[in-house]
């Protein structure tokens, strides 16, 4: 965690799908990607598919290239499920920190973490690969105990808690906020008792950020589809600084 709240690490992915929506270069990520630094942003994130809908195989690089200079103060995560091709991108540009994530076939976003009945030793080997190579490995969950006791089990050094359900149950009442909140908790502390960095990412937003900004031992916070709406009405600029200050406690 950071002095006086979670880290805001931009995904970026929302720019790359409305560039290929039509084709060309514009929007250009990287040009995003400079304006989230220059506004304070503490890390960028993106997510590159199999199907390359929003960032492709030619953004990691560029991205890798341009933050490189930025190393010791804007971390690069790059989330995806363990394939190949995904793998060997990781390898190649090295990121500060890899996101395992599940995906299930025809998608449109992620939809639940690794449940915690997931075979062991093909991930295990993936993350201990990673690990040599200096790439953090944080393995994305559900709030679920059993899920964080088997995250620690597989050597991951963070979790990167899904928040659907709690910005689900935040619009519902606040009695089901609070309901919800109180199993993040539950989660983040055994987490941080079996030695894991803990994350977290999934429709959070300016407001149930008031709340869950306040999870104990929250280290860092992915946004992308909220702040990027946000964007379009007051700039990316001030989208990167409303969310940091969001993220304040």
Not at 75 to 100: W, Y
Not at 101 to 115: C, D, K, M, R
Not at 175 to 198: M, P
Request: aromatic share 6%.
């Amino acid at each position: 965690m950071g002095q006086s709240g979670p880290r805001l690490s931009v995904n970026v992915n929302k720019v790359a799908t409305l560039r290929n929506s039509r084709g060309g270069a514009l929007p250009s990520v990287t040009d995003a990607v400079r304006v989230c630094v220059a506004a304070g942003a503490a890390g960028i994130t993106v997510h590159p598919r199999a199907d390359e809908r929003h960032i492709t195989r030619w953004d990691v690089p560029a991205l890798a290239a341009q933050l490189a200079p930025l190393r010791d103060r804007v971390e690069f995560n790059i989330e995806g499920d363990p394939r190949p091709d995904l793998l060997q991108m990781v390898r190649e540009v090295r990121p500060h920190q890899c996101t395992l994530v599940p995906v299930i076939p025809g998608e449109i976003t992620s939809q639940a973490g690794w449940p915690p009945d997931t075979p062991a030793a093909a991930l295990r080997g993936v993350i201990d690969d990673l690990q040599q190579r200096g790439v953090r490995v944080s393995l994305f969950i559900d709030p679920d105990q059993a899920a964080v006791k088997w995250a620690a089990s597989m050597g991951a050094q963070r979790i990167e808690l899904y928040t659907e359900p709690f910005a689900k149950a935040f619009k519902e009442s606040e009695e089901a906020a609070d309901r919800s909140f109180r199993q993040y908790v539950e989660a983040a502390n055994l987490a941080h008792a079996l030695g894991l960095g803990i994350n977290a990412g999934h429709d959070l937003d300016l407001d149930n950020l008031k709340l869950f900004r306040t999870l104990p031992y929250l280290d860092e916070v992915s946004i992308g589809h909220a702040l990027i709406s946000h964007a379009l009405y007051v700039g990316l600029d001030r989208a990167v600084r409303d969310y940091m200050h969001a993220c304040l406690l």
